[in-house]
């Protein structure tokens, strides 16, 4: 892959005017957090750590990401419909990691009772990365889907005007030309505004759902402005607040401090620590209502890793996309080698090749929100564990990754300015809603590239290992 920053990299006292042009640009353009020691408030801000330089992206593999986001959005939505292949694919899951399992059994009563939401509202986002194959040409390879809480909509709406005027100030406006513009949270916006209107009520809220910690803020600002500007009431709960405060009336519409809401949009709810007894019951409640969730539990359990390892296996794509062989093929020419660790033949032969050969896979639970992923003497160790025990069956193994690092410098508040070697994830925001059973919006919704130094092996922004990004395509 081309390095088209080789003569500013090794110009240090370039690097440190540019950095210090950046650092003001960021919080100028308000690509900002909360700080780790008041993550309650926005008296004090700092800005979200991101990379001096936009990375070079191949443009060929950038052009297929955005491709084939409308059939991973037609995917998601038609598993999130199946419920026979949830079960099935869930099936061993369940019975080893009961956070799934909690899930799955909230899934299985909203659907006894029968569902009282009608419009349904994906935000998705697709992560891949570019894989170096011995020749040293590159290949887009999805890492996983994320069907709940996507975050940095907001903040990478923001990231590409910080990189042009560096370019600028470096002396490379023609090279700042070609950043090309994304804004995402105008996209998700669009969808839950879509949603919201679907929902046919003018004085119904959208609610955020948030986390207790909220460092993230600004990210979820965005689009929660975007929502406003368009004169839509935005009011951000807890999971306690909804226990609390939250009820259902005789049509099962939901009521928070006597606010109807329209839409929920979680920005929390994807692993356990967020639950306990009180927040499973809030989030019971908000699955049997009839307002619009994002995601409605249905499709937070499309989103699970041991879902993504199934739909590598042959034929499946085609039963849940039935009459879509171009959608499939796009979508199946993004997969990297999936393998099932199921009780069974399969899966002790897997499990034994990834103990001998532990460089060549990932280890992934049943987690989002990164830092999760196991490698190296870790994964070996941890399947020498769990080889022949059922718990295995709450991982998948993929195979890991090789892309080609590049020179970078990852600016941070209070770290020293010092060149890394980096390598680059690419998502793409995908948005969709379809009321019955009608898609009425269904589009690629923006990207986020997201960079880390070569010696993390796994963790993104949130998790304080990756820094935004702004592609550069070559």
């Given amino acids: 892959m081309a390095a088209p920053w080789r003569d500013v990299v090794r110009d240090a006292a370039a690097v440190r005017d540019a950095a210090a042009v950046a650092v003001d640009a960021a919080l100028l353009a308000g690509v900002l957090m909360r700080t780790g020691e008041q993550p309650l408030s926005s008296d004090v801000v700092n800005y979200a750590p991101f990379t001096l330089l936009p990375s070079a992206v191949p443009r060929a593999l950038f052009e297929q990401a955005y491709a084939v986001q409308q059939d991973f959005n037609l995917l998601v939505d038609a598993i999130s419909q199946n419920k026979e292949f949830l079960e099935q694919t869930l099936a061993s899951t369940i019975k080893v990691d009961d956070f799934t399992a909690r899930l799955f059994r909230i899934y299985m009563q909203v659907l006894e009772e029968g569902l009282a939401q009608t419009v349904f509202l994906g935000i998705n986002r697709s992560d891949y990365m570019f894989d170096c194959g011995l020749d040293g040409t590159a290949a887009l390879k999805q890492i996983e889907i994320n069907t709940i809480a996507a975050s940095f909509g907001g903040l990478t709406s923001r990231t590409a005007d910080v990189h042009r005027l560096v370019l600028k100030v470096l002396g490379k406006t023609k090279e700042a030309s070609r950043l090309l513009p ?60 909804v226990f609390e405060k939250g009820s259902l009336d005789g049509s099962r519409r939901l009521y928070i401090d006597n606010q109807e809401v329209a839409v929920v949009y979680y920005r929390e709810g994807y692993v356990p620590q967020t639950y306990d007894q009180q927040n499973w019951e809030a989030r019971l409640l908000l699955e ?164 880390k130094a070569i010696q993390h092996a796994d963790g993104g922004v949130a998790a304080g290992v990756a820094v935004l990004d702004t592609p550069y395509l070559v």
């Fill in 182 to 241: 994304n804004n995402p949270a105008k996209g998700l916006a669009l969808g839950i505004a879509k949603a919201w209107e679907l929902y046919g009520s003018q004085s119904a809220v959208v609610m955020f759902l948030v986390e207790e910690i909220q460092r993230n803020i600004f990210d979820q600002r965005c689009v929660e402005n975007e929502l406003w500007n368009r004169n839509i009431r935005v009011i951000r709960r807890r999971f306690r607040d």
């Fill in 288 to 451: 049997r209502s009839r307002a619009v969730k994002c995601p409605d539990i249905a499709t937070q359990l499309a989103g699970t890793k041991k879902v993504q390892q199934e739909l590598s296996r042959p034929g499946t794509l085609e039963k849940l996309l039935p009459g879509r062989p171009e959608a499939v093929a796009r979508m199946r020419a993004t997969f990297a080698g999936l393998y099932s660790l199921d009780e069974g033949e399969e899966g002790d032969k897997i499990a034994a090749t990834a103990i001998a050969d532990p460089e060549r896979f990932v280890l992934k639970p049943q987690r989002e929100g990164g830092g999760n992923n196991l490698y190296g003497e870790e994964l070996r160790q941890v399947l020498q564990k769990i080889k022949d025990s059922p718990e295995r069956t709450s991982y998948i193994l993929m195979d890991k990754i090789k892309p080609q690092p590049a020179l970078n410098y990852l600016l941070r508040a209070h770290s020293p300015l010092q060149v890394s070697e980096c390598i680059s994830e690419l998502g793409i925001f995908g948005v969709y809603v379809r009321q019955g059973q009608e898609m009425v919006l269904n589009e690629a919704a923006g990207h986020l590239l997201r960079t």
